[in-house]
Structure formats: structure tokens, C-alpha cells
């Protein structure tokens, strides 16, 4: 079984080690080989662990946890953290609109719906909160860019930033107003 839940300090161990799991897997090739090598998910987890223990306002870290015969532990089903989502208001500072900042999830938990039901749980979590719209940045070359695209995120900008002293192209995806999202992440048969 996977539950999508608020994330707690007691995940930030396991966010940590997600979080460079799937950048190394996601962005080989993408992003410079000796930054994603030296990445560590001890490094990673504290940070984590502070954002958690001290939240900012409105921000929200949820989680997706495989337990039973869908652990990654099928002799124990002991749970385990496969994926994660973040965001809150916008960095922008506009008021009404929402960010997506993280959306990160285990190689082999993809394309089984979890996925979606992140997105769920974090623009969910944005209408609550009064945000109308919602943004994310996705690198260019990053081929999740199609399974934003595919829920409704329009591209609506375009820039280059600097990453480990390397340029690489971000897209900003767009979906206004925020119920586009939430129709396109809706709960299925299945879920």
C-alpha cells in the first residue's frame, strides 16, 4: 500500500537519501557528473530536517510511504519513504499563487500513480491555503518535464541559470487556476 501523508522531522532521513537518489538517477547526464557524485544525503537530510522541524508559514513537505507487500522490504513490509513533494506560496511573493518546489520520487515508484497523487496532496494543500494559481520550474532536459506538461502545467517561461558553474535551461510551467491541477490529479478507480 502507498499513503500520502504531511512529512514529519522523524522523515528527514529518508527525504535526504531520496532526494539524492533521484537526482543522481534523474539528472545524470543533465547536471555536471561531479556535482551529483559528491552529493550527500546526510548533508541533504539536515536540511530537511530543519525545514521540518521549523516549517514557514503555509509550506508543506508530504510524503509517500510503501508499507506491507508494496514495501521495498517485501520480507518485513517495513515502511519506507519512497517519494516526496514540497511547496508553499510562491517565492515571487505574489500572494495568491502557489509553488510546486520539489516533486522527487524513487526510479522504480514511478509510473504507478504516485506521482499524481503528490500533486494532489501539495495543490490540495495550496487551494487550503488560498492560492489560485500554481508554478513550477522543471529543467528543460529533465524528461518529468512531460508528466507536468501531461496534468496541465503550460510552459509559460523560459531561463537559463547557472548550476556548479554549468548553464542548464528551466522551464516554468503555469496552471491557472489551480483547478486544472486538481482535475488533472483527481483520484482514480484505482487509487
Not at 125 to 135: E, F, K, P, Q
Amino acid at each position: 500500500m502507498i499513503a500520502i501523508r504531511r512529512a514529519r522531522p522523524g522523515d528527514a532521513d529518508a527525504i535526504g537519501e531520496a532526494h539524492v537518489a533521484v537526482w543522481q538517477s534523474s539528472y545524470a547526464g543533465i547536471l555536471p557528473e561531479r556535482y551529483l557524485a559528491e552529493m550527500s544525503s546526510s548533508r541533504h537530510a539536515a536540511q530537511w530536517r530543519r525545514l521540518l522541524a521549523y516549517p514557514v508559514a503555509g509550506h508543506a513537505v508530504f510524503v509517500a510511504v510503501a508499507t506491507g507487500p508494496d514495501s521495498p522490504d517485501g520480507e518485513t513490509g517495513a515502511p519506507r519513504v519512497v517519494g516526496f513533494a514540497s511547496g508553499g506560496r510562491a517565492r515571487s511573493g505574489v500572494r495568491e499563487a502557489g509553488e510546486i518546489e520539489t516533486l522527487y520520487l524513487l526510479e522504480d515508484w514511478r509510473e504507478r500513480g504516485v506521482g499524481r497523487r503528490l500533486m494532489r496532496a501539495l495543490a490540495a494543500h495550496l487551494n487550503a491555503i488560498g492560492c489560485r494559481s500554481v508554478m513550477l520550474w522543471v529543467l528543460k532536459d529533465n524528461p518529468s518535464r512531460w508528466f507536468y506538461q501531461h496534468l496541465g502545467g503550460r510552459p509559460v517561461a523560459e531561463q537559463t541559470i547557472r548550476f556548479a558553474g554549468e548553464p542548464v535551461i528551466q522551464l516554468g510551467l503555469l496552471w491557472e487556476p489551480i483547478t486544472v491541477l486538481l482535475a488533472a490529479t483527481a483520484p482514480t478507480a484505482d487509487q
